[in-house]
């Protein structure tokens, strides 16, 4: 039977990569992304996002913490299917920045069942919080939501997060509501602030300006870039913003405003 | 006045309850301290901590209406573990001299008969069992801890000793005294057995360890904790059952005691999974644990225990990831503590901030899905918000019409201008929920989106004109 010489030329790229680090777990990376289901965010990420990484994400400014928290949420929703995950909030953040609140998650497309909530007084806390559930694969994602910037969170410590996450295959975002950006084993940076939502009148599903400041994906060409997308709770995916604006133009023109009918 | 003195005062003549200047005319010398009732009373419990080093059940004792001076342990069963009655009474008050404690100790049949003994007697005692009521006979009347009234009445009638009161008719006692002498006569000549009570509830389960050379290295420790998670495993394992609390007690050979406790989010016995919590919670210790000289006992117990059968693993596994889940559970909760790592659930109210309640993850309640169906709506935009501003924080708001969606409001200091509004959804306060109180104001809540495209979760208190003149504005929540 002939096989296609593609196909031969793939077969000899997973070989080559079983030779080099010698697990076959390594075999097939595309499976450890998680599209988000924005065709050029994809693109830029090599397919998708890390599952054995940690990932930044800040707010543009202090308004935005939503818009950020937003899009960390997104992103879990996407990462953690039907797993359990856990949201390591600083008892401070809560304070500052609001408390996780079970209607709007579901609201969100994301089970509250599935959290759960961690709520450490101190940094250190929060950081062994962070490892202990890194280590545990039963974990779809774990969100860490530091107070400013910690001085324990430093190389030394990003480096023990991101092995561990590499070794269980469990995601870490790292929300953070101001301060310097993390200095370290990051596989990506975002910058996040809120984006008009669609409709003149009507308050519409949640839009987010994205800035990728890092990108040290597998597979990508490094390159960042910036995009605005919207969160479908629904389906449960990041959409261009684009598609939306052209597609409820052209099937329901009219009805997109309303209020000049 | 005097409330407490030592025996070279007692042997110049000093009595309890006598004034300060009436002792110092007998004894210029007089050593004097302000009696501080809170630090007596902590001593007293410590040193009971201390004794649990002999039993796990301790109670405290004391005079009528007194502070506790005293200490009562149920030894049965207890004494061989130290070479006898004897050896033990020996051991407990040689240990309580060596910290610089003045006491006296007596063993008998009944708790009371014992106290008694001690109080009244200066040496080391032990009543063999059954002849309580003859050794008592030479205690004094004092010794029935009565009222002072009742006891010089006693004294006119030259009723002196136990044995004066014990071979008198009762009948003419009860009717003059009360029966009240009766039973505590009853009591302190070992014929009635009050139990005693103890300060802390008696585990099911407990394994010791005592050793002759007190251990202090962190190894050792660790190694006896771990021998003592298997020795409790065995036990746990016989019934049937597994241990949901744990408590790790350090008996210090000059006093001191530790006491460790864990909880855990299910039964359990597995004596690695024990030590490996334990080894957690030592770690993060604030207070770290202090061998001193070294630990002489080092006890564990299972205060909480519950029906533990076999593991038996699902065909997909999944039971692994419910086990690894549990198993961080009660990680965190060690680390943490077990309230600090919480579930989300649904509350059946339409008050905002009502509708969720965190409860600690290990309590088991397993959060449904289910439970959040009512906020499932795939179409619409999100309705709520998923960030709770809890409490509600004040904002200066800006409205066309004073019942109408906000123009720009103000909140920590950034100004906002509203670009699109939607609402108002009223939520009424639940009057059937409160009874005899002020109804706080209706809210209504409007979801509005700034220029930038924040979007925040605003409400007004207080219908305008019918609840108020001047309705105040409030963020309640975030949306992403």
């Known amino acids: 039977m002939p ?38 965010i994809d693109q830029a990420l090599g397919g998708g996002l890390a599952r054995d990484a940690l990932h930044e994400v800040a707010p543009q400014s202090p308004s935005d913490l939503a818009a950020a928290t937003g899009f960390a949420l997104g992103l879990i929703g996407r990462l953690a299917q039907k797993r359990d995950w856990v949201w390591i909030g600083e008892e401070m953040t809560r304070h500052e920045g609001g408390q996780a609140y079970g209607p ?6 994301l089970d509250p069942a599935r959290l759960l909530l961690v709520a450490p007084r101190v940094a250190e806390d929060g950081l062994k919080a962070a490892e202990d559930a890194l280590r545990c694969a039963a974990l779809g994602a774990v969100l860490l939501e530091p107070w400013g910037l910690p001085k324990q969170l430093d190389l030394v410590a990003l480096r023990r997060l991101a092995l561990a996450a590499e070794e269980n295959t469990v995601p870490l975002i790292v929300l953070r509501h101001g301060g310097q950006s993390l200095a370290g084993s990051l596989r990506t940076r975002w910058r996040v602030a809120a984006a008009p939502s669609y409709g003149r009148e009507s308050v519409g599903h949640p839009r987010f300006a994205l800035t990728l400041l890092l990108n040290r994906q597998a597979g990508a060409q490094g390159a960042g870039g910036s995009w605005t997308t919207e969160w479908s709770h629904g389906e449960r995916l990041f959409r261009p913003t684009d598609s ?10 009219p009805a997109e405003t309303p209020d000049a009918a | 006045m005097i409330v407490a003195l030592d025996r070279h005062a007692l042997a110049v003549g000093l009595a309890k309850g006598m004034t300060l200047a009436t002792a110092r005319a007998l004894c210029p010398a007089l050593d004097v301290a302000e009696s501080d009732t809170l630090a007596d009373r902590q001593l007293v419990e410590h040193i009971a901590s201390w004794m649990e080093r002999y039993t796990p059940c301790v109670g405290l004792i004391a005079s009528d209406g007194a502070p506790p001076d005293g200490v009562t342990l149920d030894i049965t069963g207890a004494a061989h573990l130290l070479g006898g009655e004897e050896s033990l009474l020996a051991d407990c008050l040689t240990r309580l001299r060596a910290q610089g404690f003045e006491a006296t100790a007596a063993i008998a049949g009944t708790a009371e008969c014992a106290a008694a003994f001690a109080r009244f007697k200066d040496e080391m005692i032990i009543i063999p069992r059954g002849t309580e009521p003859q050794a008592a006979a030479a205690l004094p009347i004092a010794a029935l801890d009565l009222s002072s009234s009742d006891v010089i009445a006693l004294a006119r009638l030259g009723l002196k000793t136990i044995d004066d009161l014990a071979s008198r008719p009762r009948a003419p006692l009860a009717a003059r005294f009360g029966h009240d002498l009766l039973a505590r006569l009853d009591r302190v000549r070992g014929v009635v057995e009050t139990p005693i009570t103890p300060r802390r509830f008696i585990p099911a389960f407990i394994t010791e360890r005592r050793f002759a050379e007190p251990i202090g290295h962190e190894d050792d420790i660790h190694r006896t904790i771990l021998t003592l998670a298997a020795d409790l495993a065995r036990l746990l394992e016989k019934q049937g059952q597994g241990g949901r609390r744990f408590e790790l007690a350090f008996f210090r050979a000059d006093g001191a005691m530790r006491r460790l406790g864990i909880e855990t989010a299910r039964p359990l016995r597995d004596p690695k999974t024990v030590m490996r919590l334990f080894r957690d919670r030592l770690n993060t210790l604030a207070d770290p644990l202090d061998p001193g000289f070294g630990f002489d006992v080092i006890r564990l117990s299972v205060p909480v225990a519950e029906i ?21 559970i009660e990680k965190l909760g060690v680390r943490l503590h077990p309230s600090r790592v919480m579930r989300l659930h649904a509350e059946d109210t339409h008050l905002p901030e009502r509708t969720m309640r965190y409860l600690p993850a290990q309590d088991g309640n397993a959060a449904l899905a289910a439970e959040w169906d009512l906020w499932s709506d795939a179409d619409l935009p999100p309705l709520r918000p998923i960030r709770l501003i809890d409490p ?50 209706t809210r209504d809540y409007y979801r509005v989106e700034n220029e ?26 975030l949306f992403g």
């Open chain 1, 244 to 253: 939306v604006d052209h597609l409820s133009a052209s099937t329901n023109g």
């Open chain 2, 392 to 441: 509600p924080e004040p904002v200066e708001v800006i409205a066309e019409v004073p019942d109408g969606p906000p123009i720009r409001f103000r909140w920590r200091r950034v100004f906002h201008v509203v670009v699109k509004a939607e609402g108002p959804e009223r939520l009424a306060p639940e009057w059937w929920r409160m009874t005899g109180q002020a109804l706080p104001p």
């Open chain 1, 3 to 40: 096989i296609a010489s593609s196909d031969l030329q793939s077969l000899r790229q997973s070989i080559a990569k079983i030779g080099r680090d010698g697990s076959a777990r390594q075999m097939d990376p595309v499976s450890k992304k998680m599209p988000t289901g924005h065709p050029a």
């Open chain 1, 104 to 109: 709007g998650l579901k609201n969100f497309g």
């Open chain 2, 308 to 328: 533990l059968d076999a593991h038996e693993p699902d065909f997909d596994g999944r039971t692994d990831f419910a086990e690894d889940l549990a198993a961080l």
């Open chain 2, 452 to 477: 930038q495209g924040a979007r925040f979760w605003l409400f007004r208190g207080g219908l305008y004109e019918r609840e108020t003149n001047d309705p105040r504005w409030f963020v309640h929540g």
